[in-house]
């Protein structure tokens, strides 16, 4: 039998909450920086429980469109609030783990094996990409393309076919962990920072130091709000 006709669900409070502050944003003309009205209010104005508000704040946070201030309030982020749904945030979510170990399996080696195998054009092609990456920040922006640029010259220095090949089969993984990391409030210097000091020890020929502060780095990688969030709270 077709599953083409399936049970209508009703979207959680917290969603429809999400709706709302979408639309307060756009009909107020409210840009990043500012800030969203109070907890208390929105639960008055909306009539739902401070829960559903705490819910739909924490979703928003989860994808970097809003920033949650100790004592001060909800800021936006952005300018406006275009969650994406949120069956691909629990997707998400769910493969994000494994590629993170993935990543921390294959790129710790990817960076002893560059140590030892790197020639001054790999050297040179990992500098571009830490001043790409340096670059697009001071721009106010993520530097993923220097990020990325950075990953694969360590990959290309480390001269192990089998290991990029790996790394190529997870690629779309990589760039939602990397965008995920890299969209944690205040994440990008401390990426370019952790980057340098894997460059330094690939430029020093350290094995040792160059795996471990890739190690290092991909850890903090890991950290980031989506892991922490329950889909089912």
Do not use: C
């Not at 500012?34 to 989860?62: G, T």
């Not at 004592?71 to 949120?86: A, C, H, I, K, N």
């Not at 721009?139 to 790996?166: K, M, N, W, Y």
């Not at 370019?192 to 330094?200: D, N």
């Amino acid at each position: 039998m077709s599953d083409s006709l399936r049970p209508v669900t009703r979207p959680r409070m917290y969603e429809q909450v999400m709706a709302q502050l979408r639309e307060h944003v756009a009909s107020e003309g409210l840009q990043a920086g500012d800030r969203l009205p109070p907890e208390r209010e929105l639960a008055d104005r909306l009539q739902v429980s401070r829960a559903s508000i705490k819910q739909a704040v924490v979703v928003l946070e989860v994808q970097g469109l809003v920033e949650s201030r100790h004592g001060g309030g909800v800021y936006l982020r952005t300018s406006s609030l275009d969650p994406e749904p949120l069956a691909a945030l629990v997707d998400r979510r769910r493969r994000l783990p494994d590629v993170l170990d993935a990543r921390e399996a294959i790129e710790t080696k990817l960076a002893e094996l560059a140590a030892l195998r790197r020639t001054d054009d790999d050297l040179t092609a990992i500098e571009a990409a830490l001043e790409v990456m340096r670059t697009q920040i001071d721009d106010g922006e993520l530097g993923e393309d220097g990020d990325r640029q950075f990953h694969a010259a360590v990959a290309a220095a480390a001269r192990s076919t089998l290991l990029t090949d790996f790394m190529q089969g997870i690629r779309e993984g990589i760039a939602e962990s990397r965008h995920e990391s890299l969209q944690q409030l205040d994440r990008p210097p401390k990426s370019l920072a952790q980057h340098r000091r894997i460059a330094e020890a690939i430029r020093a020929q350290d094995a040792a130091a160059a795996a471990a502060a890739m190690k290092e780095h991909l850890e903090t990688v890991s950290r980031v709000r989506l892991l922490t969030w329950n889909p089912e709270a």
